[in-house]
T-cell receptor, first 114, second 114 residues
Framework: GAVVSQHPSRVICKSGTSVKIECRSL??????MFWYRQFPKQSLMLMAT?????????EQGVEKDKFLINHASLTLSTLTVTSAHPEDSSFYIC??????????FGPGTRLTVL | GQQLNQSPQSMFIQEGEDVSMNCTSS?????WLWYKQDPGEGPVLLIALYKAGELTSNGRLTAQFGITRKDSFLNISASIPSDVGIYFCAGPDAGGTSYGKLTFGQGTILTVHP
């Protein structure tokens, strides 16, 4: 299957700092990538849809100024959590759209804000 | 919006037993996807189904796309300890502007006792 990488796999930061997470499709080009957040033992919650060369589309309730998304190339999307607070601690997962309806997921990033 | 009802929510089985889980929807899906998520990892695509009635196998896994397009099941035969994880069904949202967004089931947590 197609491979999606995510970096870093885990990050610990101080409250008030910003953290950038990278998502790369390694063996295919992805016009569309997605960012999810997942709480323990729950399903994935879509945060935003990232389209190459255009602004991201955010889901209701997700602050676009807090979660900055950039999709500058067909293989890279980044999520920046700005002014992080402890309540932003979570597991963040990206995925890349493959074909019409399939998504391949990255391995996830565990963010801990102290 | 579309919803997927996945059952059971959790299963506790003995190694060697067969497992069956399913997803149902009140609306039609044109694609059904089954993912497995290991603890601390991103979901991995197990099987993709694109045609009503389709029955597809991947090793010990078998999945079927229901003929009504409103349901799908996943079977695991002769379970082994490494089958432990959370299994999600997913299907693409309807609508031309969805960009391939997926609706996810709530997940089935599988525990396999050696």
């Amino acid at each position: 299957g197609a491979v999606v990488s995510q970096h870093p796999s885990r990050v610990i930061c101080k409250s008030g700092t910003s953290v950038k997470i990278e998502c790369r499709s390694l063996d295919f080009q992805a016009t569309t990538m997605f960012w999810y957040r997942q709480f323990p033992k729950q399903s994935l919650m879509l945060m935003a849809t990232s389209n190459e060369g255009s602004k991201a589309t955010y889901e209701q309730g997700v602050e676009k100024d807090k979660f900055l998304i950039n999709h500058a190339s067909l293989t890279l999307s980044t999520l920046t959590v700005t002014s992080a607070h402890p309540e932003d601690s979570s597991f963040y997962i990206c995925s890349a759209r493959y074909g019409l309806d399939t998504q391949y997921f990255g391995p996830g990033t565990r963010l801990t804000v102290l | 919006g579309q919803q997927l009802n996945q059952s059971p929510q959790s299963m506790f089985i003995q190694e060697g037993e067969d497992v069956s889980m399913n997803c149902t929807s009140s609306s039609i899906f044109n694609t059904w996807l089954w993912y497995k998520q290991d603890p601390g990892e991103g979901p991995v695509l197990l099987i993709a189904l694109y045609k009503a009635g389709e029955l597809t196998s991947n090793g010990r896994l078998t999945a079927q796309f229901g003929i009504t397009r409103k349901d799908s099941f996943l079977n695991i035969s002769a379970s082994i300890p490494s089958d432990v994880g959370i299994y999600f069904c997913a299907g693409p949202d309807a609508g031309g502007t969805s960009y391939g967004k997926l609706t996810f089931g709530q997940g089935t947590i599988l525990t396999v006792h050696p």
